[in-house]
């Protein structure tokens, strides 16, 4: 990055269908523009180009190779599938250029460890691409958890995400394919409530992992449908379930000692594009003072707007430049927090499938 500007300068790796969204935020985040595209054909990165009315300003390369080795390109959003990331995010930092990687991050741990060594070897920023985490909503839910006289202590979480998107889907898409999105449904949604848990506990990892009964996988193997229960030795639990079998839920519920939070659309706002999302929260300080015969005997829940001037995507994009711009111009190092949360979802990610492998066995985390 001169330094003389400011702007963040993106490429993209692979035209994912991801990457018409994040070409949209990276186009509306004030410091960053996109400068270049590649993918395996230059017929299919230039149709991405077209398709999308990408300015004739954007680089088109039929290659990955192609945008890594232009020296325009500051940092790389990368949309490929996840087992192809160790090899190309490890390449896109030893080029020096700042890694936003799609997540699933990675195959599994030792994976990601590469990747995570890659960027702090050569000075480079690490985040994964988990949208919800800068919606303006989550900082907001966070002051409810952490109201100790409204929410008191926490003592269970759950999420459950899932969509059907029909036998096709389950026989030929890429995030079915154990060769390209090996961790099927865990990686790609049950990777939220993953994080979703964790961001609740402040990623305090749990003590133990345990996969519920019935996994379901299709015949290569890759989870359809899973869940499991996180258990921390102060007595807080965790249940997840994630699914590409059963209708489109995003839900997740925090429970405390006083009150609870709800939301129903964590991962993308239902109102995306009206820049707001609604959480509920719901607290009875004192149950003695209700009459015996209050018809309504249970509290009404307080329904929260957040409004947001910007979709989260495009937050996440600002905040990715920040972090860029205070590394190239400012002299920082990479921040290291995107990268530890990364690692402990993975972590958690790689438990459950551990577990559901030998037979819904209880899995020990040793904090390293
Ligand atoms: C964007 O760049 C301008 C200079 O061009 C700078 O003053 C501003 O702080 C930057 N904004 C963000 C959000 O980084
Ligand atoms: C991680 O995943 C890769 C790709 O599937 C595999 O080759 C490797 O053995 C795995 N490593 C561990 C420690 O499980």
Known sequence: MA???TTVRFGILGCAQIAIKLCKAISQAPNATLVAIGSRSVEKASQ???DNGLPETVRVYGSYEGVLEDSEVDAVYMPLPTALHVK????TAKKRKHVLLEKPVAMNVSELDQILEACETNGVQFMDGTMWM?????????EVLSDAHRFGQLKLIHSCAAYNPGPEFLTHSIRV???????GALGDIGWYCIRAILWAV???LPATVLALPGAVRNDAGVILSCGASLHWPDGRLATFHCSFLSYLSLDVTALGTKGYLRLHDFIIPFDENSGYGFFWEASQVDFGKLAADDKRW????????????????VLMVMEFSRLVEAVESGGATPEKSWGVVSRKTQVVVDAVKESIEGG?????LIVS
């Open 298 to 313: 249970c509290p009404e829940a307080n329904e929260h707007k957040v409004e947001s001037e910007e979709a989260q995507e």
């Open 88 to 91: 190309w995010a490890v390449m």
């Open 202 to 204: 402040d990623y305090d």
């Open 134 to 142: 800068h919606h303006p909503r989550t900082q907001k839910m966070k």
């Open 177 to 183: 394919k154990p060769d390209l999105d090996g961790l």
């Open 48 to 50: 991405f180009a077209a």
């Open 3 to 5: 330094n003389d500007q």
């Open 360 to 364: 819904y066995k209880t899995v020990e």
